[in-house]
């Protein structure tokens, strides 16, 4: 491969969108391969491009890293994924993404009220929580669904 065929950090982080920490880190973490220079600069092959638009999908989805690193590790050793590929990576997201839409309509239709904080504080708290029961079921709100709360627990 020529070296003109090869990407630095600043061109990939400009044309993937992605800050040249992220991709330091999703390199560290093995997401994404580079090379290195004589002078010890990063060195991407154009196809990593493909492979961080996965990963943007994937995080827009919901997976964690791990989960992202487990789906790729599924792949042949350093290829980027094909529409084939894609299909198959990304088939077990439809249900997560249907979770989630449900959720959010949830979410939507219930911003003019309570979402179960368990802060005592509107009127109708007393009415939807009387004596702090969502207390004891722990912190955050306890009516937003749970697709929502999946940020407490990461």
């Known amino acids: 491969m020529h070296t003109r065929d090869?990407?630095?950090?600043?061109?990939?982080a400009r044309r993937s969108g992605f800050a040249p920490s992220a991709l330091r880190y999703y390199d560290s973490l093995?997401?994404?391969?580079?090379?290195?220079?004589?002078?010890a600069q990063r060195r991407y092959e154009r196809s990593v491009l493909r492979r961080l638009a996965f990963i943007r999908a994937a995080r827009n989805v919901?997976?964690?890293l791990e989960?992202?690193?487990?789906?790729?590790?599924?792949?042949p050793q350093g290829r980027t994924p094909t529409k084939a590929d894609w299909a198959k990576l990304s088939r077990g997201w439809r249900e997560r993404?249907?979770?989630q839409i449900v959720a959010l309509e949830s979410l939507r239709d219930q911003?003019?009220?309570?979402i179960g904080c368990g802060c005592l504080s509107m009127r109708t708290c007393a009415f939807s929580n009387p004596e702090d029961e969502l207390g004891d079921?722990?912190?955050?709100a306890r009516y937003l669904p749970g697709r929502l709360r999946a940020a407490?627990?990461?």
Do not use: F, H, Q, Y
């Open 137 to 140: 079921r722990g912190p955050g």
């Open 62 to 64: 919901g997976l964690t």
């Open 67 to 75: 989960e992202i690193s487990d789906a790729l590790a599924t792949l």
């Open 111 to 114: 911003l003019d009220s309570c």
């Open 30 to 39: 093995g997401l994404i391969t580079s090379t290195r220079t004589a002078g």
């Open 6 to 12: 090869l990407l630095g950090v600043g061109e990939v």
């Open 152 to 154: 407490e627990a990461g």
């Open 97 to 99: 993404i249907n979770e």
